[in-house]
């Protein structure tokens, strides 16, 4: 099922994938550049769908509009935000919210999780810093990694040219074979499943 919801920078696009009798909602937003179909997005989407978690990936109104260059930052958050509250309010009603992208998309996720309600966050390929700038902390992304303030599971590509980012207080970090582009999804599965599996044991809750 697909929805187009209003954000205050032009439509966004939504499309679920429901389970029968869910434990939890699972919205995913996609990298600056490339849509919700990445490889890692719907190991994901599977992945939680498995565990009894419905999945919401998100398209931004840049993309629905057909712009390559992603927006910035304050106006995909701003999207992000309406489509969630939309979200809640209908689709995912009543259930825990765990948000989440990849790249682009897993910063939103961090640094809007605690406006959204966020029970979790999942971030694929987390930029650290661009490539190359690992020595310079003016580019460290890792205070909105950190900022979510909500039990975080990281998966990163071992040569991942943006970073490995450290474990942290409730920030579990997996690595995988591979780089930024979580090409081999077998392994990235293989850990939203357990961390869902933990996340969501009735001892965890």
């Known amino acids: 099922m697909t929805l187009e919801l209003d954000t205050p920078h032009g439509p966004a696009r939504v499309h679920l994938h ?18 919700v179909g990445a490889r890692d997005l719907v190991a994901g989407t599977r992945a939680a769908n498995a565990q009894g978690v419905s999945v919401a990936l998100v398209e931004q109104p840049y993309l629905v509009a057909g712009r390559r260059s992603p927006a910035p930052p304050k106006q995909l958050d701003a999207a992000w935000i309406a489509v969630l509250a939309q979200l809640r309010e209908d689709a995912l009603s009543g259930l825990p919210v765990i948000a989440g992208g990849r790249s682009s998309g897993a910063r939103v996720a961090c640094r809007t999780a605690q406006e959204v309600g966020a029970t979790a966050v999942l971030c694929l390929a987390f930029p650290v810093h661009p490539p190359g700038k690992g020595d310079d902390p003016s580019k460290s992304r890792l205070p909105e990694l950190e900022s979510a303030g909500v039990p975080t599971l990281v998966v990163q590509g071992e040569r991942d040219p ?10 579990l970090v997996v690595h995988v074979p591979g780089d930024h582009a979580l090409r081999k999804t077998e392994p990235v599965a293989a850990a939203i499943s357990e961390w869902l599996g933990s996340l969501l044991a009735p001892s965890a809750r």
């Open 162 to 171: 943006f970073g490995m980012p450290p474990d942290g207080p409730g920030r």
């Open 18 to 35: 429901p389970v029968e009798k869910p434990k939890a909602a699972l919205v995913l937003g996609h990298g600056a550049g490339g849509g």
